[in-house]
């Protein structure tokens, strides 16, 4: 097939015939002798053709990176076969009712023309006389139109009489270059047969569900009879019609000798006998991982690599036949929706979203992509096209308030300015007033100032914790007030700076954190899920960050690649910072997984996060091969959900603890046996004589490391994300609600 269409593509150009050929072929065309049909073609093949190359329009598919098939784009549902991948009665039969002299002519046939021009002269009705070559010609010039968006089309009915003489042209010289076979071969790859199916293969599947090769008398008959009209005879939309004109191709396929008057006989007796197999394409048809398909989609539609605009590259993909290898894991993606649909089930009444993304350390591949709704855009429970994973810019929302799912952003700057995780914290300091300052060398001023008139009051959920204690401590129970003194202590430019270096942005508009406003040190600003998993992978790499990217390699139906590039990665944090703080949040996933009662069994670290109105729950955790985000909330508002049935469960408080973090261990227990999870890092300068003990963390302590001469008190029982069975009024472990616009850092807790 590929030589076939290669051959082929050299007369995808239009003729710039003159006047002069319109007169010289008047009288031929009008002959029906052999000797004028030699003048004909003599006449014709005078003209040069002005040629161009436009491959046929070819679905494309986009795969994930074990080579299954996700998704197809087209505009025209095609799959090329081969000349013997056809049944040999499609052949005749195609042969039979559009061209029965097609074994002997040069092309054109005089004497079709001169029967259609009889028959058109003396009747009302008109007659065609393009032979299988002039078909395939005005096909290609179709095709090269559509890829070329051309204004006007050579379709049957709209021709003018030059451009009949251009494709016909154009016919004689296909025929002195290729050879019967190959054109009835690349006539029966491009022809219309009904709705957008293109080509008997995908007719053949569409109709019946079998291959070309396996088309029955009566299946073929009823094809070749759509070529006249593929809506009028279209058997699925008018099955009568389709029987008629089934009938008379098996009357031609009788006469000319192709079948037997048996074989005539029981085919015109027989039923159409459909069994339709609907091709959805795009997305909403994809086989798994529906919106990371869009994600894919939005990616080549953005990416100037595949066209100089948009609607290029729309076209590209509905009809360049492209082959785009993709980043995802499909075992992975599998465990992934079994983990969020058992969360939360699809159409809950709750309304609640749950989601995964997951993003390899080390290269930025996005392996999963995760959430509990159907791709739809019809209204209905659980339906929507909003993809809660990403930005919205690639087809998500404003994201989802971090919470203290930012507060190792926090520890990782401390640990940049030379501190440790063993230092002391002073966190009594829970009010800080109108025009107080905070250190910002990158703002005016070098320093932003508290704005609202009654000042700022942060809050812990936890009882009996504005007091000193270490900054490990702090993180581990996830402490406001020691966060909010910590950044007093820094420059909170410094934070940013760090949240910059790890892609960590805003999920409506893509802008950075702003250090103008200190509420982001609690997680006012919202993120996507895969910002998140993202910036956390690089704690899993010793610090390298890697951009997200979704694919892997793309060629076209002709071979030609295309580049996307390969893994953009940085060393954004010493590998030492990371070691050291990976020594908390490893104590804080430990904590989470005997909370949720479910072991993945690997080295992990991560953090919780829960915003103050409860409606955005995070878990994001990461072994040494895989970083993953797990959110659970509100994806329609700031409606809380504590209080809420969800599943059928009510839940008093809701945290990060609560499903997120389970959703992420359930998640993590299935795929590690397909890991390759390795113990992270040692830290080479530890404040901590054994890291690896959880007891520094009992509650009532400061987190100072238990002397040798005795055990310390076991850590009280609590939320994985630091809240108490009984929550300070104005608890909260993250960020506000979305702040009010005359005071947008006081409700921060």
Partial sequence: MSTTAGKILVFLGVSALAGVLVAGLAVPLAATGGATAATGSDLIEEFPAELREEPISVPSRVLASDGTELARFYAENRDPVTLDQISQDMQDAIIAIEDERFW????????GIGRALVTNASSGSEQGASTITQQYVNNMLINADLRRGADRLTISGTKTYTDKLKEMKLAVSVEQDLTKEQILEGYLNIVLLGGRNYGVEAAAQYYWGVPASELTVAQSATLAGLVKSPNGYNPETNPEAAVQRRNVVLDSMLAQGYITRQEHDEARNSELGLDIHREKTGCIAASQAPYFCDYVQREIVANDAFGPDEEARRQLLQRGGLEITTTLDPKLQQQAQASVEETV????????????????????????????????????????????????????????????????????????DGRSMADMVDASQDHWRQGEQFRASCQPGGNVAIPDAGGWSVNNVIGDMKRPMTADFGLYWSINTVMVNMAQELDLCGITDVTGRLGVHRADDGKPLNPANPSFILGSEEFAPMTQAAAYAAFAADGTYCRPRAIESVKDSSGKTYDVGGPQCQQALDPEVVAQLNETLTQIARRNADEAGVDPGVPMGGKTGTNNSQSSTWFIGYTSDLSTASWVGNYTGLGTLAGQAVDGQVHEDFWGSTLAGPQWMRYMKQAAPSLQARPFRAAEDSPFRDPANPERYRMGGDGSEPGASGPAASPAPAPADGSAPTPAPSGGEGAAPTPTPSSPAQQAP
Avoid at 104 to 111: R, S, V
Avoid at 369 to 374: D, G, I, W
Avoid at 380 to 385: K, L, R, S
């Fill in 345 to 416: 089930p699809v159409g809950d009444p709750s309304g609640a979203g749950s989601a995964l993304v997951s993003v390899e350390p080390g290269t930025g591949n996005v392996r999963a992509m995760a959430q509990n709704t159907n791709y739809a855009p019809e209204e209905g429970a659980g339906n929507t096209v909003l993809n809660l994973n990403v930005d919205a810019a690639q087809g998500g929302g404003n994201g989802f308030q971090g919470g203290s799912s930012l507060k190792p952003y926090v520890a990782a700057a401390w640990l940049e």
């Fill in 104 to 111: 002997e002519h040069g092309g054109i046939d005089p004497q």
